[in-house]
């Protein structure tokens, strides 16, 4: 039980530590989900050349999408006339960070490493975006020819009438929590028990701070899932251990941006040459970032876990854990809940059903539910990410064209 107890206390000691800032992150995100719209992202990246690759980067750091969430909206983009460039620079810079994980990165590993992760984030994304520009300009469409099916679907919240300030919240602290709350918790409780379990300074010693323990988190990062929060508590408990700033970066930068389903979407809808472009752009800046931040970041800026820094008084930081667990406990327990409720209400109608894979969050849900909107005939789709599955409402519609839709985005239908 002694050792439940400190894992525990381990586990609060970092949730306390992010707490404050996460929530203020969740307010910004949904801000930014309202009053950032699709069609202000295309307008502004629909032109060829380096600027748009520069403005594809710059609009993706402050985005709260995941590496699969990213991949909708790049295939937006994408059809709606971003370059290949211009596509690939947003699907690079945008799961590395968020204004959400900027404010957790800025709480557990200090403010220089909250400012220079999103410089690196820019950069990798102009750095791909470009050599996608010189090495692959051939094809003006993707490759799979994603048409109308695909209507506006996109990860990036459209915009509605009504209550803004409502909708902020409602996607601040329901939806994108639901999206992150499971990879934060296993984050959390992973942190911790690096923290319990491992010696201080034992990856020191094992790895040293070369280049030995930056390919070690590159090995972990590149075919793992996790968001750019979730990765932020993980890497400050490594870097307590012994691990260096920029082995932790590199962890950072590749955990985030590549994982096995980014990656072969990616190869489907872009081309295998802009998929290895894309690939290799992760390698080499997150081995060139963390070598620089090796040089220029002292021993003394390391943080040690969990409390890296005292600004927030300890009421504060425990009164927001507490929030910030009821909001998670929610996010993670209601769609349970409606995923009932909805299976039973179109089991007692003639609704078809569609079992979907590869949906993993709300922007999933929502691309998914966008395209079969788009087919003629289709009266009301409600998606059901919980149990993978899309109920379909209509008289005459073509469930071929809700398949062959869903297909062309990325997604398989069983």
């Known amino acids: 039980m002694e050792f439940l107890a400190d894992i525990l206390n381990e586990f609060w000691g970092v949730l306390g530590e992010m707490a404050p800032y996460l929530l203020f992150g969740f307010l910004v995100a949904g801000l930014l989900s309202v009053f950032i719209s699709q069609k202000t992202v295309e307008r502004n990246l629909g032109k060829p050349g380096i600027s748009s690759v520069a403005k594809a980067s710059l609009f993706g750091i402050p ?17 709606n006339g971003a370059s290949k460039g211009a596509t690939t620079s947003f699907l690079l810079s945008t799961p590395q960070t968020g204004v959400d994980s900027i404010l957790v990165t800025y709480s557990l590993l200090g403010p220089f490493f ?111 899932y996790v968001c750019a929060t979730a990765s932020v508590p993980i890497a400050a408990a490594f870097m307590a251990k012994g691990i260096s700033a920029g082995a932790a970066l590199v962890f950072l930068m590749t955990g985030p941006a590549t994982n096995a389903a980014t990656i072969s979407t990616i190869w489907k809808v872009l081309g295998k040459k802009t998929a290895f472009l894309y690939l ?41 854990a507490v929030v910030l667990i009821l ?73 071929k064209c809700a398949i062959e839709a869903v297909t062309k985005i990325g997604y398989s239908v069983a």
């Open 63 to 79: 985005l709260p999408l995941c590496s699969c969430g990213v991949i909708p909206v790049g295939a937006s983009l994408r059809r």
């Open 280 to 320: 290799l752009t992760v390698v080499i800046s997150s081995l060139a970032a963390g070598f620089l931040l090796n040089y220029i970041y002292t021993s003394e800026s390391i943080p040690s876990m969990p409390h890296a820094h005292q600004m927030v008084p300890g009421i504060l930081e425990n009164s927001s």
């Open 327 to 399: 909001i998670l406990s929610y996010a993670l327990i209601q769609p349970y809940f409606r995923s009932r409720t909805t299976r039973k209400a179109f089991e007692m109608s003639d609704a078809q059903e569609l079992n979907i894979k590869g949906m993993t969050c709300n922007h999933c849900a929502a691309n998914v539910q966008r395209v079969i909107e788009e087919c003629p005939g289709v009266d009301e789709v409600t998606v059901d990410l919980t149990a993978g599955k899309a109920f379909i409402k209509g008289e005459g519609f073509d469930l």
């Open 114 to 224: 909250a400012v220079y992760r999103p410089i690196v984030a820019f950069v990798s994304g102009l750095l791909g975006g470009a050599l996608v520009e010189v090495f692959d300009k051939n094809g003006s469409r993707f490759n799979g020819d994603i048409e109308d099916p695909c209507g506006d679907s996109c990860g990036i919240p459209e915009q509605r009438t009504g209550n803004k300030l409502a909708q902020a919240f409602k996607y601040g602290f329901v939806s994108l929590p639901q999206d992150i709350g499971k990879a934060l918790i296993v984050g959390l409780v992973i942190a911790a028990l690096i923290s319990y379990i491992i010696p201080d300074d034992f990856f020191t010693g094992l790895f040293g701070t070369g280049i030995a323990s930056m390919v070690v988190m590159m090995v972990v990062g590149i075919p793992l």
